[in-house]
């Protein structure tokens, strides 16, 4: 072993990528699949994905799609043909967001579609609004990007939303990009349309971009609806990014196969840029996602009234714990209670400082694995993924009840 492959990994590594911090939410489940592993009954409301599995006519595309030698090869980098022109095709079925295929690219996973956008839009140095809660992966791919996200934090007060107020009190002549995510990771927040309508044409005035996230679009529940940002304010849509993907929709967030829609230009470069990095997402999966777009939406209403059962009954469950409050989410499926009520109170010879320190006890004592609110900017609160099975998200919530109210 050299010298310097001996010194830490901080001293050796770009600052670019050193940086970048684990994902929290991938780090929980590691966590509680290890306890798991050496026999602890754990039970995990960490993982953001659909506890179902793929639909068959899906896996089946896929399968046929192996055999075809045209699959076998190097594709174009911005996706195959036929599924951009199913992705615009059902951007305009879903929300009226009339979209060409030019318009479309399609990325390994929504992950890759975030980092695209504003690998797209930043220069260093230029300011990224981020509404708070936010998606951990943001601020990262933020940065990555050489932007600066700058945190815009709602609470439980406002449902989580952020107003126009907040966001022009943070703008800059610096500021170039807003995100905007509806319904929520992590919040399952839903912007009304006449919020959504405010923040489009805020940004419009002063010129802002806006990356506008609906992989959530379909899990919405009470009536909620999540209107599509450029369609509201049609005026902004040659300054937004609208990303997506099959992974939440279809249970498929193993397919990695995402997409980003924007003005033609911005595609083709995006385009220019993937073909340097990956050349083009998996033929097989592109093809499954293809069956996914292009067929029906049957799967994802089995799916959201299994969710929705399960919010009905976890948030009551979690509301009722002492010094716990949740508020109830209408999109995606988390729930996000404060624990606010609990820091610094004594459990088991211990004060939790914060929701860090408070969520290693509840995996420590109750053999329950949550995310705290830290990995999502606002410390004070656990979120709780309802993508599990019912049972257990009763007794995990009963188990975590319980050791919670020992706090005194
Ligand atoms: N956007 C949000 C808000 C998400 O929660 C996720 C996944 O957790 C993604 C995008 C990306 O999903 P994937 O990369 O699995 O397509």
Same mark, same amino acid.
């Given at each position: 072993?050299t010298?310097?492959?001996?010194?830490?990994? #901080?001293a050796?590594? #770009?600052?670019?990528i050193?940086?970048?911090?684990?994902s929290?939410t991938?780090?929980v489940d590691?966590k509680?699949k290890?306890?798991?592993a050496?026999?602890?009954?754990v039970?995990g409301?960490?993982?953001?994905?659909?506890d179902f599995?793929?639909?068959?006519?899906i896996?089946?595309?896929?399968?046929?799609?192996c055999?075809?030698?045209?699959?076998?090869?190097y594709?174009?980098a911005?996706?195959?043909p036929?599924?951009r022109?199913?992705i615009a095709?059902?951007?305009?079925r879903d929300?009226?967001?009339?979209?060409?295929?030019?318009q479309?690219?399609?990325?390994?996973?929504?992950?890759?579609a975030?980092?695209s956008?504003?690998?797209?839009?930043?220069?260093?140095?230029?300011?990224?609004?981020?509404?708070?809660?936010?998606?951990?992966?943001?601020?990262e791919?933020?940065?990555?990007a050489?932007?600066v996200p700058?945190?815009?934090?709602?609470?439980e007060?406002?449902?989580?939303?952020?107003?126009?107020?907040?966001l022009e009190?943070a703008?800059?002549?610096?500021?170039?990009?807003?995100?905007?995510?509806s319904?929520?990771n992590? #919040?399952g &927040?839903?912007?009304?349309?006449d919020?959504?309508e405010?923040?489009?044409?805020?940004?419009?005035?002063?010129d802002?971009?806006?990356v +506008?996230?609906?992989?959530y679009?379909h899990?919405?529940?009470?009536g909620?609806?999540?209107p599509?940002?450029?369609v509201?304010?049609p005026?902004?849509?040659d300054?937004t990014?609208v990303?997506?993907?099959?992974?939440? +929709?279809?249970?498929?967030t193993?397919w990695?196969v995402?997409?980003v829609?924007?003005?033609?230009?911005?595609?083709?470069a995006?385009?220019?840029?993937q #073909?340097?990095l990956?050349?083009?997402?998996?033929?097989?999966?592109?093809r499954?996602?293809?069956?996914?777009?292009?067929g029906?939406?049957?799967?994802?209403h089995?799916?959201?009234a299994a969710?929705d059962?399960?919010?009905?009954?976890?948030?009551?469950?979690?509301?009722?714990?002492?010094?716990v409050?949740?508020?109830?989410?209408?999109?995606a499926f988390?729930a996000y209670p404060?624990?606010?009520?609990l820091?610094?109170?004594?459990?088991?010879?211990?004060?939790?400082?914060?929701?860090?320190?408070l969520?290693?006890?509840v995996?420590?004592? &109750?053999e329950?694995?949550?995310?705290?609110g830290?990995?999502?900017?606002?410390p004070?609160y656990?979120?709780?993924?309802?993508?599990?099975?019912a049972?257990?998200?009763?007794?995990?919530v009963?188990?975590?009840?319980?050791?919670?109210?020992e706090a005194e």
């Amino acid at each position: 072993m050299t010298a310097s492959a001996s010194a830490p990994a #901080s001293a050796r590594l #770009s600052a670019r990528i050193g940086g970048i911090a684990e994902s929290a939410t991938l780090a929980v489940d590691a966590k509680a699949k290890a306890l798991k592993a050496q026999g602890r009954p754990v039970i995990g409301f960490g993982a953001g994905q659909p506890d179902f599995p793929t639909p068959g006519y899906i896996v089946e595309a896929a399968r046929e799609a192996c055999g075809q030698r045209a699959n076998h090869g190097y594709t174009g980098a911005a996706g195959l043909p036929e599924l951009r022109e199913a992705i615009a095709e059902k951007t305009r079925r879903d929300s009226g967001y009339a979209v060409e295929a030019s318009q479309v690219l399609v990325t390994n996973g929504g992950k890759q579609a975030v980092y695209s956008a504003f690998a797209a839009l930043c220069d260093p140095g230029d300011e990224v609004l981020l509404p708070a809660p936010y998606w951990t992966t943001y601020p990262e791919a933020i940065t990555l990007a050489g932007g600066v996200p700058v945190q815009v934090t709602a609470d439980e007060s406002t449902g989580y939303l952020v107003g126009v107020e907040q966001l022009e009190a943070a703008r800059t002549p610096r500021t170039k990009v807003l995100l905007f995510n509806s319904p929520s990771n992590p #919040s399952g &927040a839903v912007y009304p349309r006449d919020q959504v309508e405010a923040i489009g044409r805020w940004a419009a005035e002063h010129d802002i971009w806006v990356v +506008t996230d609906e992989i959530y679009e379909h899990l919405l529940y009470d009536g909620a609806e999540a209107p599509s940002l450029p369609v509201v304010v049609p005026e902004i849509a040659d300054r937004t990014l609208v990303l997506n993907g099959v992974a939440k +929709t279809y249970a498929m967030t193993g397919w990695r196969v995402g997409w980003v829609i924007g003005p033609d230009d911005i595609i083709k470069a995006l385009s220019n840029f993937q #073909s340097h990095l990956c050349g083009n997402v998996s033929n097989v999966a592109q093809r499954a996602a293809l069956a996914a777009v292009a067929g029906p939406l049957d799967a994802v209403h089995e799916m959201h009234a299994a969710f929705d059962a399960r919010r009905r009954e976890i948030v009551p469950l979690l509301g009722d714990i002492p010094g716990v409050e949740c508020p109830t989410p209408q999109g995606a499926f988390y729930a996000y209670p404060s624990v606010k009520g609990l820091i610094g109170k004594e459990l088991r010879g211990q004060r939790p400082q914060n929701s860090v320190e408070l969520a290693a006890l509840v995996l420590e004592h &109750a053999e329950v694995a949550v995310v705290p609110g830290e990995a999502f900017g606002t410390p004070g609160y656990f979120r709780l993924s309802y993508a599990l099975d019912a049972e257990d998200m009763v007794t995990g919530v009963q188990r975590m009840g319980e050791f919670l109210r020992e706090a005194e």
